[in-house]
Each structure stands twice: as C-alpha cells, then as structure tokens.
Nanobody, 125 residues
Framework: VQLQASGGGSVQAGGSLRLSCTAS????????MGWFRQAPGKEREFVAV????????YYADSVKGRFTISRDNAKNTVYLQMNNLKPEDTAVYYC???????????????????WGQGTQVTVSS
C-alpha cells in the first residue's frame, strides 16, 4: 500500500488547511487511515484516525473541536480539515494506515505499517 499525502502550506493563526491522503489500493472495512505529526525537536505524535469499519473517528485531545477527519471511499482518500490553526500545530504531518490495528493501539505509531511522505504545515502568529 502506498500513501500519497498533500495539502500542507503556511497560514496565519486562526486559518484553515485541508490535508489529503490517498491510498494506492481499495481500502477494506478493516482499514484505519489517519495522521501523525512531528514538530521540530519533538517526537511524532498521533493526530487523528478514521476507521473504515463503522466510520469511527478518533482525535488527539489537542485537536478536538478544531480538526475533522473524513473519507471519500470512492477515492480511497481521507481528509484532515484543520480549522482555527495555532502556531503549536506547526509540524510535518504524516499520513499513516494499517489494516490490523486494534482500538487500544491506534495512537501508537509503531503499529502502523504504511506511511506516506510528510507534508509541512506552518502556522504563524
């Protein structure tokens, strides 16, 4: 499975961006696809994930209420709509996916087998 991420950029605080991640294969009902991010000097952290089975979504506390993850099943794509961006959201965002996750491990990057290239998001104050 190859993942293609796009949509990063630079915005001022309070602005919005939308990231996209497209899988090279048709996603199954067991698929999880989502986003991690890594800020300079920090470890990579979980942001959000979409579970194809049931359409469940999960978010990091730091982005709840501001970010929304959604999917386009026909395009094998997930989107991360990021609103009310803050300078602390500045990071390289990575798309990740897996078909063998269990709910207790969705925030653990080591459990994801497939990764896309990073896309830079920069939020200025």
């Amino acid at each position: 499975v190859q993942l293609q991420a796009s949509g990063g950029g630079s915005v001022q605080a309070g602005g919005s961006l939308r990231l996209s991640c497209t899988a090279s294969v048709r996603t199954s009902s067991r698929f999880f696809m989502g986003w991690f991010r890594q800020a300079p000097g920090k470890e990579r952290e979980f942001v959000a994930v979409y579970n194809w089975s049931g359409g469940y979504t999960y978010y990091a506390d730091s982005v709840k209420g501001r970010f929304t993850i959604s999917r386009d099943n026909a395009k094998n794509t997930v989107y991360l709509q990021m609103n009310n961006l803050k300078p602390e959201d500045t990071a390289v965002y990575y798309c990740a996916a897996d078909s063998t996750l269990i709910l207790s491990s969705i925030r653990n990057e080591a459990q994801y087998h497939y990764w896309g290239q990073g896309t830079q998001v920069t939020v200025s104050s």
